[in-house]
């Protein structure tokens, strides 16, 4: 995640087996995909312990960068839900020495219950 331009868009949720497979080789002894979302390349999988973004990079996709983001280091977090004109609902994450990333879902994914599954690992 490059957090010059931390933004990951139209994310649409996909199976969390498929983002399992995805990050299996970066998960620790015990640590589950919960949630995954898939953009036009990229992911991002809400683990039992930390958000990990998937940037697939170059125009042959064979380079792929991996982002950690812990629970534990998260300051902040805040929810948009989705409007009229803005049909997209957004999650944005401060974490502490870092900075801030935001998230982009499509406007029919219920951004107030994942913000509820976020508050359980933060809080």
């Not at 300051?75 to 839900?81: L, S, W």
């Not at 609902?89 to 879902?105: D, M, V």
Request: charged fraction near 20%; charge should be neutral.
């Amino acid at each position: 995640m490059d957090f010059q331009n931390p933004t990951y868009v139209k994310l649409s949720p996909v199976d969390a087996t498929q983002g399992q497979q995805m990050v299996q080789a970066l998960l620790l002894d015990g640590e589950e995909v919960a949630i995954a979302f898939r953009g036009s390349r990229d992911m991002v999988c809400f683990t039992s312990k930390r958000i990990i973004a998937m940037n697939v990079q170059g125009l042959t996709g064979k380079k792929t960068d991996f982002t950690s983001l812990p629970y534990s280091k998260v300051q902040a977090f805040a929810v948009e839900t989705a409007g009229g004109f803005d049909r997209d609902c957004e999650l944005e994450l401060w974490f502490s020495g870092l900075g801030k990333a935001r998230f982009e879902f499509a406007a029919k994914y219920d951004i107030v219950g994942l913000s509820k599954w976020l508050a359980h690992y933060i809080l």
